[in-house]
């Protein structure tokens, strides 16, 4: 089973996934499809507010962040799952997203907290399904002293569709096991 979904003019069948036994999504994998990563970076940025620097947690959205980085000439930061040996004074938020099972942490170093200090920060992801990766992204931005100016992805799922405060490239509906669109 697959959904067809239009991305601001680019059209993808997404195959549908189980997370549970009533519960399907559209998976969305922007890794190898050159071609949406820069459409997307492209239709994403001609919304955006002036930003002074991007930033994406790891890993689906790393390409996203890169793309918009290379196509705006503005860095762009991750926050990563776990702490590297080259990182210094940590930042960790907890998060729980619908894709990834157990617990995961979001980290970032002092190095980067320290760049965006006082700068107005771009959060994106590629998909916005429960909020809680972008709970705390913002929660990192915020520790670290950053303006938060916009947050953006490029498709929101589920209860996501609905929210005002995320800027996004096309509304993915959840699937019953059937596939046809939950109500």
Partial sequence: MTYTIDIAGMKRDLPLCPVTDDLYIG?????GDVEMTIHAARELLARAPAFDYIIAPEAKAIPLAYEMSRQSGVQYL???KKPKAY???VFEVRVQSITTFGVQTLVI???DAEKMKGKRILIVDDV????ESLRAME???????GEIVAKMAVLAEGDAINRPDITVLAPLPVFNPDGTVKG
């Fill in 27 to 31: 998976a969305f994998v922007i890794f």
């Fill in 78 to 80: 991750l926050a990563r």
């Fill in 87 to 89: 990182m210094r004074g």
């Fill in 109 to 111: 170093d002092s190095g």
């Fill in 128 to 131: 916005i399904s429960t909020g």
């Fill in 139 to 145: 929660e990192l931005v915020k520790k670290a002293g």
